[in-house]
């Protein structure tokens, strides 16, 4: 009878460890097949019957759908080229080489995956909507206070993420470590 509250304790402490660990993991990352490209973490199974368990369990936790490989391709982008997270207080410049996709769009949300401005503001940028410059790529400026050109607003929130969704493009089942991607760069910081 005295081993009882023994075995009872050691249950306890084991199930709250691997639920400890299993939360942290599932909380901080986005799953097993994530790889980075720069300052973007890609999941390319996210939305297929591959997915690992842990990806599945992040899309629940967020309540988001992800796109199936034919639907197309999310990037997350949560720290800026030099490796610094990213800082809704902050200015960004986006820029570069957009992979190939019929339409893609790029929007700012919090460490939630919630929209960081409230409804009424801009809260993401589209490819039919945007000013390019004279090279054809996209130019966005990412910032707490309005910029000129594209400006999409960050809403000074402390915990900023950006994310990038193709859709109808091929790069979802080929894209690697060399694909080349938009920068994200560090512009100000108050």
Do not use: K
């Given at each position: 009878m005295r081993a009882l509250p023994g075995l009872l304790l050691t249950l306890a402490i084991g199930a709250a460890t691997g639920?400890?660990?299993?939360?942290?993991?599932?909380?901080?990352?986005m799953g097993v097949g994530t790889f980075r490209i720069g300052p973007w973490l890609v999941t390319p199974k996210a939305g297929t019957a591959e997915a690992d368990p842990y990806a599945r369990a992040v899309a629940a936790r967020l309540g988001t759908l992800p796109l199936a490989?034919?639907?197309?391709?999310?990037?997350?982008?949560?720290q800026d080229e030099a490796g610094a997270a990213l800082d809704g207080r902050c200015t960004y410049r986006?820029?570069?080489?957009?992979?190939?996709?019929?339409?893609?769009t790029l929007t700012a949300a919090g460490g939630d995956f919630?929209?960081?401005v409230r409804e009424g503001f801009r809260q993401g940028f589209t490819s039919y909507e945007v000013v390019r410059g004279t090279d054809g790529a996209a130019e966005i400026l990412v910032a707490p206070q309005a910029r000129a050109g594209n400006w999409?607003?960050?809403?000074?929130?402390?915990?900023?993420?950006?994310?990038?969704?193709?859709?109808?493009?091929?790069?979802?089942?080929?894209?690697s470590a060399g694909t080349p991607l938009p920068s994200l760069s560090k512009v100000s910081c108050p």
């Open positions: 639920l400890g660990l299993t939360a942290l993991s599932v909380g901080r990352s490989l034919a639907d197309g391709l999310a990037l997350v982008a949560d986006f820029h570069g080489p957009v992979p190939p996709a019929r339409y893609w919630q929209p960081v999409l607003p960050s809403g000074g929130a402390d915990e900023l993420r950006l994310v990038l969704r193709l859709y109808d493009t091929a790069v979802a089942t080929t894209i």
